[in-house]
């Protein structure tokens, strides 16, 4: 069984920062892909970023330049920097990987950028 749980969002005025994090439990092995995704309410689900194993990084065009992931592989571990965050940004945060040809979700958590 493979978990991924998801931490750090919040409530964040516009301009500010968040950090979220990405832990992973049960039967890891070999993360190619850890990154995230967002939906939004009333949206798909959307990537935002990803990172392979060997550090090659993906951003969606709205987040470049605000936005940076990391991951730390002997740990399993990923986080996404939030800088100058945007009403826009709002929506549900979900952590992401591939595995062994399979891919993974975790439940999400939630960004909010309001005044």
């Known amino acids: 069984q493979v978990q991924l749980v998801e931490s750090g969002g919040g409530l964040v005025q516009p301009g500010g920062s968040l950090r979220l994090s990405c832990t992973t439990s049960g039967s890891i092995s070999a993360i190619y892909v850890m990154g995230w995704y967002r939906q939004a309410p009333g949206n798909q689900r959307e990537l935002v970023a990803t990172?392979?194993?060997?550090?090659?990084?993906n951003y969606a065009e709205s987040v470049k330049g605000r936005f940076t992931i990391s991951r730390d592989n002997a740990k399993n571990t990923a986080s996404l920097q939030m800088n100058s965050l945007k009403p826009e940004d709002t929506a549900v945060y979900y952590c992401?990987?591939?595995?062994?040809?399979?891919?993974?979700w975790g439940q999400g958590t939630q960004v909010t950028v309001s005044s």
């Open positions: 992401y990987i591939t595995m062994r040809l399979r891919a993974y």
């Open positions: 990172m392979t194993s060997g550090g090659t990084i």
